[in-house]
């Protein structure tokens, strides 16, 4: 009751400010001028990725439709040095949901290497980062040779 006072007292001390509408600068014959038209709201648009158009067959890496023009035939993924997987190029050295082979995932914690999935922490031939060998005598303890 007496928060409901003290906003009602609070709203009335304070001036009302009107404020003047906003001109509407464009020209007569502007299409939203007219009363029938129809203004399509920010959420009713297309948006830019759903309406962008790339040229298939320029450049598939550029080119999201590219990827699904291979259809098991390496000869399109072997110019990039990939092979098709789902029908799109993977490189099966270092993907990580097709390590070495199509469909071969690798476990949350392993990274796909040379198409191997290793622990980057303690691979001796990868230790730290891909293609990354520790010298002769030292081992590779959470990503560095010879840790300690």
Partial sequence: ?????????????VPEVKTKPRIDHRP???????????????SKRVSRFLAGNT???????AAPQAADHCKDDNTICNIL??????NKCMDLSLDKNNC???KKKCKFT?????????MLAFHKSHCGK??????KGQYCVYGMCSYA
Avoid: F, S, W, Y
């Fill in 110 to 118: 392993h990274t796909c290497c040379r198409g191997e999935c290793v």
């Fill in 130 to 135: 891909c293609n990354n060998p520790c010298p």
């Fill in 81 to 86: 040095g990939g092979k098709c997987c789902h």
């Fill in 100 to 102: 070495g082979t199509c």
């Fill in 55 to 61: 040229v298939v067959g320029t450049n598939p890496r």
């Fill in 28 to 42: 007569p014959g502007d299409e939203l001028n007219k009363p029938d038209a129809q203004v399509l709201m920010p």
């Fill in 1 to 13: 009751m007496t928060m409901a006072l003290a906003i009602t007292i609070t709203m009335k001390a």
